[in-house]
């Protein structure tokens, strides 16, 4: 069955830190108090659009829903219970910090029927989150993912490779940590320069250098594929495109594009071809590598603008590829060669 998410976006009012990256007003759309009557009614409006059967749920995005006053988490969800304990929805899900997360509040989320938590750790590398303001160090994140596990609620992380200090030592090291936490999936958003915001000054200053879209898609693809291996989920990579994100004054540098998910995914399959190739060098350039697919892996093998075929072509001096939709696995990559047959997929190698 399809999802499908109901957004209430909770700007920044409940936060009483100023991370460096953050601009909730560019990200969420508003800078105004969301209130129970307007909860309500995005909820009925959404619900009214839907014709066809759907795993529904409500989300609160934006800001730091646990860091809103108790009473006011209980007013905004409320409308959402209602919908849940009326079988009109099937989950309620929000987002937060790790330094919000306790006993208290968690069981007050409990009885508003929350499912799923998604915890803004961004890094934890204790560093990187101090030149970051984030506010909080990684013991905070551990200690919350405890208690969230404790009381049998879904926990998801959310990572943004490219902060301040960042390395790949450190984001080797935050890929380990998020293994011993073993959340249930990952959402990862590169580090944006978002405008008005003071990472936008430091970028200005020439003090942060942003990422790339290339170094950005790599580090993502990284991250992505090490979850892989591990059993965790990766269910987002880069920021849902948006009519603001969009406009050439909001993001001023860092690796936003509208495609990027599709993007870590292209590089993904372009590092099993290399992989493949350079496993049967030296070969006959004059006959055809066919590859085995799932159709819909075609435009991620290809890669943007075919570039995955034009780039092995012209590094290993290729001629002649065919691609084949008749792979059964999602993810999942034949090779065949001169009579030789190998299966590849999205865990198995990762190119730097």
């Known amino acids: 069955m399809r999802h499908y998410i109901i957004p209430i976006f909770i700007p920044h009012y409940g936060c009483k830190h100023s991370c460096i990256f953050c601009n909730q007003r560019k990200i969420t ?25 759907r795993h529904i749920e409500v989300a609160f995005y934006g800001g730091s829903f646990t860091a809103l006053p108790l009473s006011m988490q209980s007013e905004l969800l409320e409308p959402a219970y209602t919908a849940l304990i009326n079988k009109k929805i099937h989950g309620i899900r929000l987002s937060t910090r790790p330094d919000c997360i306790t006993y208290e509040i968690l069981e007050n989320l409990k009885k508003f029927g929350v499912s799923t938590i998604e915890l803004g750790v961004q890094s934890l590398d204790n560093t990187v989150l101090e030149a970051s303001a984030r506010g909080h160090n990684s013991l905070h994140v551990y200690q919350a993912m405890n208690l969230i596990k404790k009381m049998n609620i879904t926990c998801g992380i959310q990572l943004m490779p490219g902060l301040p200090l960042e390395n790949w030592n450190s984001l080797i090291h935050t890929a380990y940590g998020v293994i011993k936490l073993a959340p249930d999936f990952v959402r990862i958003y590169p580090t944006l320069v978002i405008a008005n915001t003071q990472l936008a000054t430091r970028y200005d200053d020439g003090s942060y250098k942003a990422l ?44 936003y594009h509208p495609a990027f998910g599709e993007m870590v995914d292209s590089y993904i399959f372009y590092c099993m071809l290399a992989h493949f190739i350079e496993s049967i060098l030296p070969m006959d350039k004059n006959n055809p590598v066919i590859i085995h697919h799932h ?24 001629d002649h590829f065919i691609l084949k939709q008749d792979g059964h696995n999602k993810n999942e990559i034949g090779f065949e060669y001169n009579n030789l047959y190998y299966v590849l997929n999205k865990k198995m190698i990762f190119y730097i």
């Open 29 to 53: 759309g508003r800078d105004t108090p969301v209130r129970h009557q307007e909860v309500q009614a995005i909820i009925d409006e959404h619900l009214a659009r839907i014709t066809e059967k």
């Open 212 to 255: 790339s879209l290339s170094a950005g898609i790599i580090r993502s693809a990284y991250l992505k594929l090490f979850f892989a291996q591990q059993g965790i989920l990766t269910i987002r990579t880069g920021l849902q495109a948006t009519e603001d994100l969009d406009k050439g004054n909001i993001v001023l540098a860092g690796p």
């Open 295 to 318: 159709f819909r892996d075609t435009s991620k093998i290809r890669g943007v603008s075919n570039q995955n075929i034009i780039q092995v072509k012209r590094i290993y001096g290729i």
